[in-house]
T-cell receptor, first 112, second 111 residues
Framework: DAGITQSPRHKVTETGTPVTLRCHQT?????MYWYRQDPGHGLRLIHY???????DKGEVSDGYSVSRSKTEDFLLTLESATSSQTSVYFC???????????FGPGTRLLVL | AQSVTQLGSHVSVSEGALVLLRCNYS??????LFWYVQYPNQGLQLLLK??????LVKGINGFEAEFKKSETSFHLTKPSAHMSDAAEYFC?????????FGIGTKLQVIP
């Protein structure tokens, strides 16, 4: 299995609070991605990174920000959590932009 | 922008029957194509991948998929379903730097 961990694995928070999710890899892969998974929508890309300090928006980036200060860590921040951000969040890594993506175990986030 | 369409959000088959999960993509150039599987409460795992070359791609667990450029399709098949195949399957198309996923198909295998 690819060395990808996500923390926390489960989180309950209240509307309006900031939340940060962490993705950590031990594979030294260049690309890292954050997705959210919701019933009926599949996986939707939030943000991705193609190198340290190099990030770009995905299709559902509003209300989210990311940072990548080291190759191994990619942080996703919900600046002010809303109930619509209740979801399962997956991190993925890849050695190249068109290469196979390897997924972490996911983080279940509930915003009350 | 690429799009991926998976026909049928739920598919049921009997154990031992043929599994056919449909995927069509929209792209101006043939993209890289993937099938991933997700078991409950887990992340996605790669089943198989098409890049270039042979259009029939074999993956893990007896699955295979055929790239048909003329039909812009990449359907997933398995000759004989097993109970352990019950999961959600995602088709994806890779472009420059990122991948677009379909909404997924949940496969139910009936004993």
């Amino acid at each position: 299995d690819a060395g990808i961990t996500q923390s926390p694995r489960h989180k309950v928070t209240e509307t309006g609070t900031p939340v940060t999710l962490r993705c950590h890899q031990t594979e030294n892969h260049r690309y890292m991605y954050w997705y959210r998974q919701d019933p009926g929508h599949g996986l939707r890309l939030i943000h991705y990174s193609y190198g340290v300090k190099d990030t770009d928006k995905g299709e559902v980036s509003d209300g989210y920000s990311v940072s990548r200060s080291k190759t191994e860590d990619f942080l996703l921040t919900l600046e002010s959590a809303t109930s619509s951000q209740t979801s399962v969040y997956f991190c993925a890594i890849a050695s190249g932009g068109q290469e196979t993506q390897y997924f972490g175990p996911g983080t279940r986030l509930l915003v009350l | 922008a690429q799009s991926v369409t998976q026909l049928g959000s739920h598919v049921s088959v009997s154990e031992g029957a043929l599994v056919l999960l449909r995927c069509n993509y929209s792209s101006s150039v043939p993209p890289y194509l993937f099938w991933y599987v997700q078991y409950p409460n887990q992340g996605l795992q790669l089943l198989l991948k098409y890049t270039t070359g042979a259009t029939l791609v074999k993956g893990i667990n007896g699955f295979e998929a055929e790239f048909k450029k003329s039909e812009t399709s990449f359907h997933l098949t398995k000759p004989s379903a097993h109970m352990s195949d019950a999961a959600e399957y995602f088709c994806a198309a890779g472009g420059y730097q990122k991948v677009t996923f379909g909404i997924g198909t949940k496969l139910q295998v009936i004993p």
